[in-house]
């Protein structure tokens, strides 16, 4: 089946720890996001990249990070630095910029314990 | 700056009604506007997805239009049922944007009352 995988579903991270969140896609899509949801302010585009080892940061990219060595996968590190990494992260695709229909993973849940 | 908004945030049903959520956006400069549905702890499921040369969009018993002069999108929903219960999220592409990114409004929780 052609999709998004994402992992872990849920995911703990403890004060100070970097934690990696992984997004693969075999859609052969070339363009890739990370969103952040939180509850009462929807997605919002944390990083996003268009072409392999290429990437550009999107409306709240503190304390994150993310690679792109492979056309297929677009993982996401939330450092330590980023004070509120609480929130429900979703990975998504497109076969390119503009007018090309978006898909999504199922999501992983960051939880701080 | 581009904004979307949904009206009714929450929206309650009993089976078997034909129902509208709505979709406001504030810049008609977009390539399209997708329709999404997130059940409680899950992704986005894509519904439907409008070009801004198109006027609607069917699949099933969803109907979904667009009319970008004004900045609107209404999702037709027929005869409802339980299943149909959900979040539903509606997002616009801007033609000036970040590679490709979209703009969500904060969805309608629908519930479908058997």
């Known amino acids: 089946d052609g999709g998004i995988t994402q992992s872990p579903k849920y995911l703990f991270r403890k004060e100070g720890q970097n934690v990696t969140l992984s997004c693969e896609q075999n859609l052969n899509h070339d363009a890739m996001y990370w969103y952040r949801q939180d509850p009462g302010q929807g997605l919002r585009l944390i990083y996003y990249?268009?072409?392999?080892?290429?990437?550009q940061k999107g409306d709240i990219a503190e304390g994150y990070s993310v690679s792109r060595e492979k056309k297929e996968s677009f993982p996401l590190t939330v450092t330590s630095a980023q004070k509120n990494p609480t929130a429900f992260y979703l990975c998504?695709?497109?076969?390119?910029?503009?007018?090309?229909?978006?898909?999504f993973g199922q999501g992983t849940r960051l939880t701080v314990v | 700056k581009q904004e979307v908004t949904q009206i009714p945030a929450a929206l309650s049903v009993p089976e078997g009604e034909n129902l509208v959520l709505n979709c406001s956006f504030t810049?008609?400069?977009?390539?399209?506007l997708q329709w999404f549905r997130q059940d409680p702890g899950k992704g986005l499921t894509s519904l439907l997805l409008?070009?801004?040369?198109?006027r609607e969009q069917t699949s099933g018993r969803l109907n979904a239009s667009l009319d970008k002069s004004s900045g609107r999108s209404t999702l037709y929903i027929a005869a409802s049922q339980p299943g149909d219960s959900a979040t539903y999220l509606c997002?616009?592409?801007?033609?000036?944007?970040?590679?490709?990114?979209?703009?969500f409004g904060q969805g309608t929780e629908l519930s479908v009352k058997p």
């Open positions: 810049d008609s400069a977009i390539y399209n």
């Open positions: 409008i070009q801004s040369s198109q």
């Open positions: 990249s268009q072409i392999v080892n290429d990437f």
């Open positions: 998504a695709s497109s076969a390119g910029q503009g007018a090309t229909e978006a898909f």
């Open positions: 997002a616009v592409s801007p033609i000036y944007n970040q590679g490709g990114k979209l703009i």
